[in-house]
């Protein structure tokens, strides 16, 4: 069965590191990936998507992801992060057969301190 | 952007009642309504796709006498957990995909965290 593995499931930061989250998943075929963000008693929202074209999608806040289809990884990067970035990050696919269906990863928990 | 409204946030109910969750898209209209429950610690698995006017689809090994969905409405889907158990005790998310939106992307409330004791 299809799946999405998150592997970092805590990462503490300070202002201004830089961030990667990684994600992989597994099927051979088209996908779609998706990164929400949820911040603290917020909804979850999209932060980036790809779809086909360029492989480094630029999304919202600074953040970027890069498709590598040889690693079957959409990794999430920011280059300097902030306090206000503190959230839970979640890796989705959806596959071309069947749009419909979110396939999420197990999601990150980024604590960024001042 | 557009806002999806679960309610209630959260609910406690008894062993063996019925809980209604709604979830509204409340500035578009959303042929497609997504159901999503979620255990601590582990990713949202989707549970059913509900669609406008037509019976839910079910996601392999959910109970669909269980867990009834009804999209009545362009803006308005229910899940309904029938018979509540404590092992139903969870966070149900709900999503909407607008029409004109593309593969995949929808648009979350905010959950509801149901306890069944």
């Known amino acids: 069965a299809q799946s999405v593995s998150q592997h970092n499931h805590h990462v503490i930061l300070s202002e201004a590191a830089s961030l990667e989250l990684g994600c992989n998943y597994s099927?051979?075929?088209?996908?779609?990936l998706f990164w929400y963000v949820q911040y603290p008693g917020q909804h979850l929202q999209l932060l980036l998507k790809?779809?086909?074209?360029?492989?480094l999608v630029k999304g919202i806040k600074g953040f970027e992801a890069e498709f590598i289809k040889s690693k079957f990884s959409f990794n999430l990067r920011k280059p300097s992060v902030q306090w206000s970035d503190t959230a839970e990050y979640f890796c989705?696919?959806?596959?071309?057969?069947?749009?419909?269906?979110?396939?999420f990863g197990t999601g990150t928990r980024l604590q960024v301190f001042p | 952007g557009a806002v999806v409204s679960q309610h209630p946030s959260w609910v406690i109910c008894k062993s063996g009642t019925s809980v209604k969750i709604e979830c509204r898209s409340l500035?578009?209209?959303?042929?497609?309504m997504f159901w999503y429950r979620q255990f601590p610690k582990q990713s949202l698995m989707l549970m059913a796709t509900?669609?406008?006017?037509?019976?839910?689809?079910?996601e392999q090994g959910v109970e669909k006498d269980k867990f009834l969905i009804n999209h009545a409405s362009l803006t308005l889907s229910t899940l309904t957990v029938t018979s509540a158990h404590p092992e139903d005790s969870s966070f149900y998310i709900c999503?909407?995909?607008?029409?004109?939106?593309?593969?995949?992307?929808?648009?979350f409330g905010q959950g509801t965290r149901l306890t069944v004791v």
């Open positions: 999503s909407a995909r607008a029409v004109e939106v593309r593969t995949g992307e929808a648009f």
């Open positions: 099927y051979g075929g088209t996908v779609n």
């Open positions: 790809y779809f086909s074209g360029d492989p």
């Open positions: 989705a696919v959806s596959l071309s057969y069947n749009t419909d269906k979110l396939i």
């Open positions: 500035d578009f209209q959303a042929t497609t």
């Open positions: 509900s669609n406008e006017g037509s019976k839910a689809t079910y």
